[in-house]
């Protein structure tokens, strides 16, 4: 079965702009995270959904980044006014729950993202 | 807080020889779980396994094998007989039960020459 799917895989955009990045979750997943991976702080949690419960958002680095999810499958994070700070590789998982005791986290393959 | 230790940033072995990664975490929680995933130039990180913290019994599957000591907080991995395709980042994390998140390591490079 197709696992997680993210788009697009590379983004650029100029300093200032507001940029959209896509997870499509593995099929009957309910719980879906956000993660980025950037040099300096490595692998960093950002948001996480379970189902319709309302979203962990406590990794979100600043009010610039939100995420949306969608009829409890696809989500969007959305960075408003980007900085060079945010470059980064944008990572998506999903799971079949939000128990980690009885789920395992998978990942797609990111979007990197480049703010010039 | 919870904390996780990958000392070793770059490694880099002989094709056959052995290749141990060290993780050393931290964390105030009774019920943790603990998990290995690897990176491969593609980026996508694919899970390679995970222990609960009320089970130390050490496990070997095919060329990996993993050593668990909750008495010095340590989840090591070791690759055998490395071969090419083990080039990767690998990183060990840490969630607590009831905490969705996963707290990662800052990864360890492994190159494999031929």
């Known amino acids: 079965g197709a696992g997680v799917s993210q788009s697009p895989s590379n983004k650029v955009t100029e300093k200032g702009k507001d940029v959209e990045l896509r997870c499509d979750p593995i099929?009957?997943?309910?719980?879906l995270y956000w993660y980025r991976q950037s040099l300096g702080q490595g692998l960093e949690f950002l948001i996480y959904?379970?189902?319709?419960?309302?979203?962990?958002k406590s990794g979100l680095p600043s009010d610039r980044f939100s995420a949306e999810r969608t009829g409890g499958s696809v989500s969007t994070l959305t960075i408003q006014r980007t900085q060079q700070e945010d470059s980064a590789v944008y990572l998506c998982?999903?799971?079949?729950?939000?128990?980690?005791?009885?789920?395992?986290?998978?990942f797609g393959a990111g979007t990197r993202l480049s703010v010039l | 807080a919870q904390k996780v230790t990958q000392a070793q940033t770059e490694i880099s072995v002989v094709e056959k020889e052995d290749v141990t990664l060290d993780c050393v975490y931290e964390?105030?929680?009774?019920?943790?779980?603990l998990f290995w995933y690897k990176q491969p130039p593609s980026g996508e990180l694919v899970f390679l396994i995970r222990?609960?913290?009320?089970?130390?019994q050490n496990e070997i599957s095919g060329r990996y094998s993993w050593n668990f000591q909750k008495s010095t907080s340590s989840f090591n991995f070791t690759i055998t007989a490395s071969q090419v395709v083990d080039s990767a980042v690998y990183f060990c994390?840490?969630?607590?039960?009831?905490?969705?998140?996963?707290?990662f390591g800052k990864g360890n490079q492994v190159v494999v020459i031929p």
């Open positions: 998982a999903s799971s079949t729950s939000g128990t980690v005791a009885k789920n395992i986290q998978y």
């Open positions: 099929s009957g997943h309910t719980a």
């Open positions: 959904f379970q189902g319709n419960s309302a979203p962990d």
């Open positions: 964390t105030r929680d009774t019920t943790y779980y």
């Open positions: 222990r609960n913290s009320f089970d130390e």
């Open positions: 994390a840490l969630s607590s039960y009831g905490n969705n998140r996963l707290a």
